[in-house]
């Protein structure tokens, strides 16, 4: 069964970084593409961005691009999500979900989940 623990979460100063860590176990890292989504209250998961198998290929919606950045080490099992000039907007509930394939941005495509990790982001 995979397992996805998210970490670095807390609380951040507008205009502030982060860097979030997503560790997998239980399956074999690096057959994932892995997608970081966020979550804020009374709203759906909203798609931040995707990596490649071996790191090579990111993509990511225009709310994000030049802002955030997604990065793995397969040696570790771990995804990252650097995330700079932070905004009250960009506060909520992160999550990493793998896909053996293509990561789209629709949530009902992944099948596993981590319990996700808040940030807040003060103004």
């Known amino acids: 069964q995979v397992q996805l623990v998210e970490s670095g979460g807390g609380l951040v100063q507008a205009g502030g970084s982060l860097r979030l860590a997503c560790t997998v176990t239980?399956?074999?890292?690096?057959?994932?593409?892995m997608a970081w989504f966020r979550q804020a209250s009374g709203t759906e998961r909203e798609f931040l961005g995707a990596i490649g198998w071996t790191g090579g290929a990111t993509n990511y919606p225009d709310s994000v691009k030049g802002r955030f950045t997604i990065s793995r080490d397969n040696a570790k099992n771990t995804v990252y999500l650097q995330m700079n000039s932070l905004e009250p907007d960009d506060a909520g509930v992160y999550y990493c979900a793998p896909r053996p394939m293509y990561c789209t941005p629709s949530p009902a495509n992944y099948d596993h989940w981590g319990q996700g990790i808040r940030v807040i982001v003060s103004s």
């Open positions: 239980g399956g074999t890292f690096s057959s994932y593409m």
